[in-house]
């Protein structure tokens, strides 16, 4: 099941990335090849750009020696792997109650507004992408929006911006 | 594991601690609705429709997953648990197409046979329904997505029951959609099954779509001609063309399953490759002509031949899948002219144990004992090319027990296999005595000479593990594959083998080639032994000799030698040099217009009646699910003609079951039972060679000849670009009928007895 | 009597530290019990004293559940915390996870001392991102000093924990499907029985509880199960973690006594935002019915007094909902939710969320018709407890809450196409 082809696994994922799944693998009993799944989806999306394509998912069933369809399975079900590209740059913005309650609506209206982007589009430049997330486990902090692994928390247009403006974005 | 009583719908009934409901209910039968219960699949409770009112639980619980308990009370029917199904069946329909008009499904769905039990009449569903793009996944199962309801049925059993998981569930929620990596093809040589398991039409078999509605069809019992097994299949027709193959449910043998080549292999007698009149070759050309003509110019020249050149230069060569009929027939004819050049073993290539031979070869234990097996050795074989239904059974086993193998090139199995011994094939032999010298290591009481004979043997860790496993434990067997027959040392193999299960203690299985091996033994259709393993005091030659020394004559019942036999290139040789050759065939087209003289045509294997006796030397008879095309006839009837015409004893048989009966007779009043007794050899062999292994789709002729098998991934093995852009031709013309129509016979007997032929269907 | 137990570190600067959670008392729990092999069956029976109910949602009685493992079955066993918080409204694992990180890994060595499972993994949810860094330091630092791996301290007894990461999925929070996630599937829930504790992780025997329950464990140890009763109410023993959210002043995570009147919490929290009238509150995370203001102000914070009142304490969620809300628009949001979250495998659970879904965003689009609300209603109930798991109960409970108390304003809306919630405003 496995055809394993050396050369586009390592064109595929690199040395370093397969050092990180083999830190994920040594967590798990030794015969077991699937639970290393999600940390290398992971592992190879943040190597390519944010997302995963069609041989990226291969390549790591067939590092781990798993079907293919093992891991199209998991790719699919989980919300944080995007099987098309995105940005650079992807603003997860909550809507879920206690940030609804709290004006995400307006965050979600300034970000769109500033990116010229609607929720679930990429700018045209690549940069940034807008996702509307589920509860984020941050409602203390209501409204709040992840990016670049840091959440950002009591949410204000003008925090937006400058939030904005520390990844780059000039428009 | 004791047993409980249980009341269900206020029946008392017994049952077995840990079983769920529903399986004491089904055994009782008393349905309960169901999607994604399957009694050969793991339990996955996810469809919630067979939700039933169990005391003293205040939900409704699923009966697939609840395990019975002492005194349980089940209700089936009560306001709690109907409301609970119309309530499933609800949401089941609302995102379902609800096209049953044009579905293929239609009229054997269990979605609407639970519907019409359960479901509102009016939807109150008025929100946009879900639609799911369509997705290719090869020639042999069309998809319609949009239908899914998610019972995963699909992707269970190549998880669970093949061991390939090809199908998946991806995305979430309502997002679910099930499907292959992509667009992948399917690969697996069982995937057929899912057509059956699909409850609903999104799932369908893609060589019959819109062919026939469920209920337009009739059902004929068959048998399947492919492997050793005797797979039990149903054949569905309408107005005499075969529409589709489907199980037959037999615990003991293919439980509820079939290969794709059982299931669809029946494309070749369907289509325009048929031959439909009898032809005869004249100044090169081909002519049509009737049965008349035909029959009797081929009994003119097996006569003339027989004068000028001696009966002994006129042979027959026999499919292994030709029927025991057809098989006894055509040796009785070919012994009644005064030869015993008759053998059904064409990929046979080491004839030097014939004699010793049992009755016929096969296996020692039942096809269902394999599942329980807590040793399994296997020999040479490779199941899921060879008898792809032993495959799964034996991968059952791996739940529990262990299988070995020991074998010749690549075999890729779908079941954990340690030790996996592979070597070349002229190292088979080492390999098979280093187990036996490890059994005697490990045995006491091995005769002198035998030690005597493994004295400078040693064998590997692989080897006594194999060993110790065989022995050790009580529920252990070996078997050697079909293609170990093809081995030049196969006699030697067989001895090995059987030693090994005799100082083991484990069971000898040997699997054979086509559907009818055995019954080509016990008919007869051999040089050197008459019906039912009666010594012949002549032994005529066998496939070997007939073929690499030549004959003047060959009778070709139902085979292509130059693509079925393990003398390719001999047999173009010798058929093109020879005076005369008869071809009873159902095929047109093929290299055999180059060497035959006459074609007969013959009935397809849905066409005829016949007995095929399986690798256990079980005897299943079947009749013929639809008629002939054109004039072909039933092979049994052209023998029994021709057998009167060349005024032989003995051809005056009606029907098959006389046939049938005749050989019975003759089997069951043998004293001598015939157990094959290997004599032991004076000095161990070494070396040998083995053909390549052809794909599992190039095996025999219907499957060559099956468009949908050909392009599947299994068939592009061995893609045969011209071969399959020839199948693509022909068989997307309409079918051509010959101009030349057939004369009718007056009323001479030779005339009669072709005009037997007429007779519309097969008894 | 605040941030007795979980939150112990926070008055601390970098209360994450090893040495910060030594000051308090940390790890001294776990040395006794290396040093003193203290019986498991003393160590559950203080829990059984304790009334500590799981904190995951379900409320669990945490001494029995670690009762339930199969202690004398030889083979792998495993503990795993469920860091999944993806309860809308709840916030407080990640807190732990942030502020105090020992005391989970302490709560954990005990349980597989006590279960004799050797292995531990943390789940926690693929967003956390700070939780996991502060939680692979605080592994680091407990390696480090001995106190995990292998014959730990010269006791004779192993335990490693990892931390596992998920990738997205609010399901993956149910234990089952937890478990499937961490064997490196979906996270799809299996059917039960068998349970985790005869059938979990990898086929063998595992435990699964809530950060916050584990978490608990050290102190409960410390000063007693009577000693951490008494901080509650008979029955809802203990401090509990609620996480205050919505329109109030002090949104945060509060660790206060069980049992304690919900107008007091509302008073530490600072009151309503812009001092506008309390409306209702969601009181246990987005599955649990919402409860009126008239109701809410009369009741104490604990399982019985919340059940009694027809809803949950759940994950301890508190969602403080203001007059002016719009009651349609929470529902709305509430069954988009489960309708995004279903895993798939259960036809109802499947199919039934994303119809109630897609009739309360039509009613809201001003397309309702005054029958849906009995459908919605009879959608509801024929999801609730026909599913494997719990979602379907997340996703139908609260359904009812909202057309119990608040019918009137879905009536609205279908009737007028306008928001009750403006049109009382305007007629004031
Ligand atoms: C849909 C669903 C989501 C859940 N999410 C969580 C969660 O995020 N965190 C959690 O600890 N328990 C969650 N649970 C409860 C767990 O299944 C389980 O009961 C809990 O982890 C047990 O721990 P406890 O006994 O310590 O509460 C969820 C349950 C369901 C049905
Ligand atoms: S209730 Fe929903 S989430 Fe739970 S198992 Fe069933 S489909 Fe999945
Ligand atoms: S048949 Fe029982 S839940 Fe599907």
Redesign the pocket.
């Known amino acids: 099941m496995s055809s394993e082809d050396p050369k586009r696994l390592t064109t595929m994922i690199s040395a370093k990335a397969i050092e990180e799944i083999e830190h994920w693998r040594s967590k798990y009993p030794a015969d077991r090849k699937r639970p290393p799944i999600i940390a290398a989806l992971k592992v190879v999306q943040a190597e390519n750009e944010n997302w995963l394509s069609e041989e990226h998912m291969k390549a790591v069933a067939d590092y781990l020696d798993v079907p293919h369809i093992a891991v199209f399975e998991v790719a699919t079900f989980y919300t944080m792997f995007h099987l098309k590209p995105v940005g650079k740059n992807v603003i997860s913005v909550c809507t879920n109650l206690s940030c609804m309650m709290c004006g995400s609506d307006k965050i979600v209206e300034h970000l769109q507004s500033r990116l010229g982007i609607k929720l679930g589009e990429t700018t045209s430049d690549g940069q940034f992408s807008l996702k509307e997330v589920e509860c984020m486990a941050a409602c203390g902090g209501a409204p709040m929006l992840e990016a670049s692994e840091i959440y950002h928390e009591n949410l204000t247009p003008e925090k937006v911006d400058s939030i904005l403006n520390d990844l780059g974005w000039e428009a | 594991m004791g047993t409980v009583t249980i009341e269900i719908d206020g029946v008392s009934l017994e049952a077995e601690t840990g079983s769920m409901i529903i399986e004491i209910a089904d055994d009782a039968g008393m349905h309960i609705p169901r999607f994604c219960y399957h009694k050969k699949l793991s339990v996955a409770a996810n469809c919630r429709m067979c939700l039933v009112d169990v005391s003293n639980s205040p939900k409704a619980v699923p009966a697939c997953a609840t395990p019975v308990a002492d005194g349980m009370k089940v209700l089936t029917n009560s306001t709690k648990a109907r409301i609970a199904q119309k309530s499933v069946m609800e949401f089941l329909l609302i995102n379902h197409p609800l096209d049953c008009p044009i579905c293929d499904q239609g009229g054997e769905c269990e979605l609407q046979d639970v519907a019409l039990g359960f479901g509102n009449d009016v939807s109150r569903f008025t929100e946009g329904k879900r639609v799911v793009q369509d997705k290719n996944i090869g020639p042999l199962i069309e998809t319609d997505m949009t239908r899914c309801i998610h019972c995963t049925r699909c992707v269970r059993f190549g998880t669970e029951v093949v061991g390939m998981r090809e199908m998946g569930a991806t995305g979430r929620g309502e997002h679910m959609e099930i499907g292959t990596y992509i667009e992948k093809s399917i690969e697996s040589e069982v995937s057929g099954n899912i057509i059956d398991l699909c409850p609903v039409g999104a799932l369908t078999a893609k060589p019959s779509r819109y062919k026939a509605r469920a209920w337009e069809m009739q059902s004929t019992a068959g048998v399947s001609p492919h492997d050793c097994l005797g797979t039990n299949i149903e054949i569905h027709h309408r107005r005499g063309e075969v529409i589709r193959v489907v199980p037959r449910e037999n615990e003991k043998i293919n439980e509820v399953w079939i290969s794709d080549r059982d299931r669809f292999s029946y494309q070749s007698v369907t289509d325009s490759e048929r031959l439909t009149q009898p032809k005869i070759k004249k100044d090169g050309q081909w002519q049509t002509c009737d049965w008349e003509t035909a029959l009797t110019h081929v009994c003119d020249q097996l006569n003339n031949i027989k004068q000028s050149e001696g009966v002994e230069n006129i042979g027959a060569l026999i499919s292994p899948s030709a029927t025991l009929e057809e098989m006894y027939l055509t040796q009785k004819l070919m012994r009644g002219l005064g030869s015993h050049n008759i053998d059904h073993r064409l990929r046979q290539v080491d004839f030097s144990s014939q004699f010793e031979a049992p009755m016929f070869p096969g296996m020692e234990f039942d096809i269902d004992a394999l599942e329980d097996m807590d040793a399994t050795l296997l020999i040479d074989a490779d199941l899921r090319r060879e008898q792809p239904l032993l495959a799964l059974r034996l991968r059952k086993s791996t739940r529990h027990g262990r299988v070995m193998s020991v074998h010749s090139g690549e075999v890729e199995n779908n079941f954990k296999v340690s030790p996996n011994v592979s070597v070349p094939a002229s190292d088979l032999l080492a390999q098979l005595q280093g187990i036996v010298a490890a059994l005697i290591e490990q045995h006491k009481e091995v005769s002198a000479e035998l030690t005597e004979l493994f004295v400078d043997i040693k064998p590997t860790p692989d080897q006594q593990t194999i060993a110790s496993e065989l022995r050790i434990n009580d529920n252990a067997c070996l078997l050697v594959g079909q293609s170990a027959l093809e081995h030049s040392k196969s006699s030697h193999i067989r001895w090995l083998a059987k030693t090994i299960s005799d100082l083991s203690g484990c069971a000898f299985g040997e699997l054979t080639a086509g559907a009818n091996t055995a019954g080509g033994y016990i008919a007869g259709a051999l040089p050197h032994r008459l019906s039912a393993a009666e010594e012949s005091n002549i032994c005529g030659w066998n496939t070997q000799q007939m073929l690499q020394k030549g004959l003047s004559a060959y009778l070709l019942m139902n085979t292509e030698p130059e693509l079925d036999s393990s003398y390719r290139d001999a047999a173009r040789v010798s058929l093109l040099k020879s005076k005369f050759v008869v071809m009873m065939t159902p095929f047109a087209k093929g290299e055999f217009l180059d060497y035959a003289d006459v074609l007969l045509p013959i009935a397809g294997f849905t066409e005829t009646s016949g007995t095929f006796i399986n690798v256990c030397g079980e005897w299943q008879s079947f009749t013929a699910a639809v008629k002939a095309k054109g004039e072909a006839r039933p092979a049994w009837k052209v023998l029994r003609v021709l057998g009167n015409l060349l005024e032989l004893d003995g051809f005056d048989y009606v029907s098959s079951q006389e046939i049938n009966a005749a050989v019975k007779e003759r089997f069951e009043s043998t004293t001598d039972a015939r157990v094959g007794h290997f004599q032991r050899p004076d000095s161990l062999e070494s070396g040998g060679e083995k053909p390549r292994p052809l794909s599992m789709y190039d095996m025999d002729s219907l499957t060559r000849r099956s468009l949908c098998l050909q392009m599947s991934v299994q068939g592009q093995d061995n893609w045969r670009r011209d071969q399959i852009e020839h199948l693509v031709a022909s068989q997307s013309l309409p079918e051509t009928e010959s101009p030349d129509s057939l004369i009718n016979l007056s009323a001479s007997s030779a005339e009669s007895e072709t005009a037997s032929l007429q007779e519309s269907s097969d008894a | 009597m605040a941030n007795e137990v979980c939150f112990r570190t926070m008055h601390l600067d970098e209360p994450w530290t090893l040495e910060a959670y030594k000051s308090v008392g940390g790890y001294k729990v776990w040395r006794d019990i290396l040093k003193n092999k203290t019986p498991a069956n003393d160590i559950i029976e203080q829990l059984k004293t304790s009334a500590l ?8 009685p ?1 001494g029995l ?1 670690w009762s339930f493992m199969p202690r004398g079955m030889p083979g792998q066993k495993y503990v795993v915390c ?6 809308p409204g ?1 916030f407080k ?1 990640r807190d732990i996870l942030r502020f105090n990180p020992h005391q989970l890994i302490e709560g954990m060595a005990i349980g597989g001392y006590v279960m004799t499972a050797t292995v531990g993994y943390n789940y926690m949810r693929g967003e956390f991102y700070e939780p996991f860094a502060r939680m692979e330091q605080a592994l680091k630092e407990a390696y480090d000093e001995g106190l995990l791996g292998k014959n730990i301290l010269d006791s004779g007894i192993d335990f490693d924990l990892y931390n596992h990461m998920g990738a997205g999925a ?2 993956c ?4 499907a ?1 478990i499937e996630s961490l064997e490196g599937k979906k996270g799809q829930p299996r059917f039960k029985p068998p349970f985790p504790a005869n059938y979990g992780v990898f086929g063998r025997p595992t435990n ?7 978490a608990s464990v050290p102190v409960i140890l410390q000063h007693g199960g009577q000693w951490f009763l008494d901080l509650g109410i008979p029955n809802n023993g203990g401090t509990k973690i609620f996480s205050v959210s919505g329109h109030i002043k002090q949104p945060g995570n509060y660790e206060v006594a069980m049992g304690m009147p919900f107008k007091d919490l509302l008073q530490q929290c600072g009151g309503m935002r812009g001092d506008k009238p309390l409306k209702a509150v969601i009181p246990g995370g987005s ?1 649990s019915p919402v409860l009126p203001a008239s109701v809410m102000m009369d009741i104490t914070m604990d399982y019985d007094a919340i059940g009694k009142a027809g809803s949950m304490v759940g ?1 301890g969620a508190v969602m403080v909902i203001e007059e002016g809300t719009c009651m349609v628009e929470l529902a709305a949001r509430t069954a988009h939710f489960y309708y995004e979250e279903s895993c798939g495998q259960c036809t109802p659970c499947r199919e039934g969320t994303g119809w109630m879904s897609r009739v309360l965003h039509r009613i809201l689009d001003g397309e309702g018709k005054i029958e849906d609300l009995d459908n919605l209603q009879d959608i509801a109930d024929n999801i609730m407890g026909r599913t494997i ?3 379907g ?2 996703a139908a409970m609260p359904m009812g809450g909202f057309l119990k108390h608040y019918k009137h304003e879905f009536e609205h809306m279908i009737r007028t196409g306008r928001r009750w919630v403006d049109d009382q405003q305007n007629a004031a």
Do not use: Q
């Open positions: 109910r799981g904190r995951g949602g379900a409320g669990f945490t559940k469920n860091s999944d918080e993806g309860e709840t694992d609010y399901i929070g149910e234990e089952t937890l699964v509880n809530n950060t916050e329950s584990y599955s994950s798991c719990a979602l109960d997340a």
